[in-house]
């Protein structure tokens, strides 16, 4: 009579032919390694194809109908002013969500921050933004004085816009990070002897933009 012979497998055995989770583990980060790294190198193809172009801003009208010392150093101003925003992107649209705007003059700020409301602008779109600028006792050099009379005396004056913000770039569905941007306009305004009616300029002028 035979016997049948019983193989056994020692635990040794067993072991190996159990689920190796140190390779699964292995394999499933290089899977997911290699899908994020296909998505970032299709977001940066789109990107270097498109290439967005910085927005650009241009100062359309000013109108100052403050510029009064208080005090020795202290400034009520008060200025109303339209700017044009222009995405010249034919691709790609621009989410602002971050204005602020000030106005200055001989390297010194004359009024307070003053927001605009955040909003999104279309490809090759233009959009008119105003802001009402007030300064309210705001500390100035002690040559602002004179600065001011010399100016009445040359007739003209010299002021500065600026804004600063934070855009993301807008293309199909995808959006990108926020960037921080500003935009620095100055424009030269007639400026009469005393007493002054409110001093405007209606010229237009192109701003900088840097982000």
């Known amino acids: ?118 909003f999104y602008q279309e490809h090759e779109e233009t959009n008119y933004l105003s802001a009402s600028l007030v300064g309210y006792q705001q500390p100035v050099a002690p040559s602002f004085g004179y600065d001011v009379g010399r100016d009445q005396r040359i007739g003209k004056l010299v002021l500065t816009v600026k804004v600063i913000g934070k855009l993301r770039w807008k293309v199909g569905t995808w959006v990108s990070g926020m960037y921080r941007f500003h935009v620095n306009c100055v424009v030269i305004m007639p400026f009469g002897p005393i007493p002054s009616p409110p001093l405007s300029s209606k010229q237009g002028t192109r701003c900088s933009t840097t982000i």
């Open 1 to 118: 009579m035979q016997m049948s012979q019983i193989l056994e497998n020692s635990p040794r055995h067993c072991a190996n032919q159990g689920v190796n989770f140190k390779k699964f583990n292995k394999k499933l980060f290089f899977a997911f390694f290699t899908f994020l790294l296909t998505v970032l190198s299709f977001i940066l193809l789109v990107w270097l194809i498109l290439h967005p172009t910085k927005p650009q801003f241009s100062l359309r009208e000013v109108e100052i109908n403050q510029l009064n010392l208080s005090g020795p150093s202290l400034l009520n101003s008060s200025v109303e002013l339209t700017l044009l925003s222009n995405n010249p992107n034919r691709k790609v649209g621009i989410y602002y969500d971050e204005l602020q705007v000030c106005a200055s003059y001989k390297g010194q700020t004359i009024t307070h921050d003053t927001s605009i409301p955040p």
